[in-house]
């Protein structure tokens, strides 16, 4: 089992930064393949961003392309999301995920791929 905390979450202005972090418990945290999750207001949770047990291949939606990149660190039992060129839409709580990932190029991409979650952190951008 793995269990995970969120932190990094606040209030920025359009076209500005976060980094979120997903610290997480347990000796066997590379054997995890991670993703983030969001959920806005009234609507489904959504897939962020999928990155694979050693961290080589990362997934993300068209939403967040080449403005998001998760990463992390085994050693560190962490993985992160850097937020980049926010927009007033990318306002939602993000929640941290995580699955035993049976396969090196394996990351989730959907809520019901992955046993373990976070509480979520609220990320609002202003416009």
């Known amino acids: 089992q793995v269990q995970v905390i969120e932190s990094g979450g606040g209030l920025v202005q359009a076209g500005g930064s976060l980094r979120l972090s997903c610290a997480a418990s347990?000796?066997?945290?590379?054997?995890?393949?991670m993703a983030w999750f969001r959920q806005a207001p009234g609507k489904e949770r959504e897939f962020a961003a999928g990155?694979?047990?050693?961290?080589?291949?990362?997934y993300y939606p068209d939403s967040v392309k080449g403005r998001f990149t998760i990463s992390r660190d085994n050693a560190k039992n962490t993985v992160y999301l850097q937020m980049n060129s926010l927009k007033p839409e990318d306002t939602a709580v993000y929640y941290c995920a995580a699955v035993q990932g049976d396969y090196l190029s394996y990351a989730p991409s959907t809520s019901s791929e992955c046993d373990y979650w976070g509480q979520g952190t609220q990320v609002t951008v202003s416009s």
């Open positions: 347990g000796r066997t945290f590379s054997s995890y393949a």
């Open positions: 990155i694979t047990r050693s961290g080589r291949s990362t």
